[in-house]
Structures are given as C-alpha cells and as structure tokens.
C-alpha cells in the first residue's frame, strides 16, 4: 500500500507562480514513477505530467511545456511540479498519481488550484 498527500494548492492571480508537492508513505521501495493529472469541474480527467522514480524521464502534456516542471525530491519520496504564467484554464484539482511494480496505480486526494484574473 502506498499513501499519496499533495500540498501547495491554493487561489492566485493570473500570472503567478505555484509549486505543487506530492509525498509518499507506506511500500515506497515499490515506486516506478509517479506524476500528475487535474480536473476542473465538468471535464475530463487531464494528464499534466510524470516522471520516472529515478528523475531521468521527465514527460509533460504539449499544452503544458514550457511553463511546468516536474521534479524529484531524491532526499524524499515526493515529486515537485512547478507551474508558471497560471491562467485561469489552469483552475483544477491537481491529483498525484503514482504507479508501483506490479502495476497498480495510486492517487491521492487532490490539491485544488484557482487562478482568478
């Protein structure tokens, strides 16, 4: 079993900037990468990034780039995502995900982001 708890979401202002965190507790020596999707309200879940367990794969949605990054904190088990430039189509609950050896796909419960104009 792994835990995932993000942190870092709150309400800012169109152009400002966030750093989004994602730690893991419990069976962590299973990880294999771990990443992040959002949804707003009435949408589709949207891939936003991931990154292998190791740091060395880094992998961002087209409409993304440029404005984010995903990172590995190697002294924890937690991944960093760096959003720049928000607007207001990024307003979403940002969900971590991680995926394990055998497979199975863990979330957590969600950091809601709000970019007002």
């Known amino acids: 079993q792994v835990q995932l708890v993000e942190s870092g979401g709150g309400l800012v202002q169109a152009g400002d900037s966030l750093r989004l965190s994602c730690a893991a507790s419990?069976?962590?020596?299973?990880?294999?990468?771990m990443g992040w999707y959002r949804q707003a309200p009435g949408k589709e879940r949207d891939f936003v990034a991931s990154i292998t367990i190791s740091g060395d794969n880094p992998v961002y949605a087209d409409s993304l780039k440029g404005r984010i990054t995903i990172s590995r904190d190697t002294a924890k088990d937690s991944v960093v995502l760096q959003m720049n430039s928000l607007n207001p189509e990024d307003t979403a609950t940002y969900l971590c995900?991680?995926?394990?050896?055998?497979?199975?796909?863990?979330w957590g419960q969600g950091t809601q982001v709000t970019v007002s104009s």
């Open positions: 419990g069976r962590t020596f299973t990880l294999y990468h």
């Open positions: 995900y991680a995926v394990v050896y055998g497979g199975t796909t863990y």
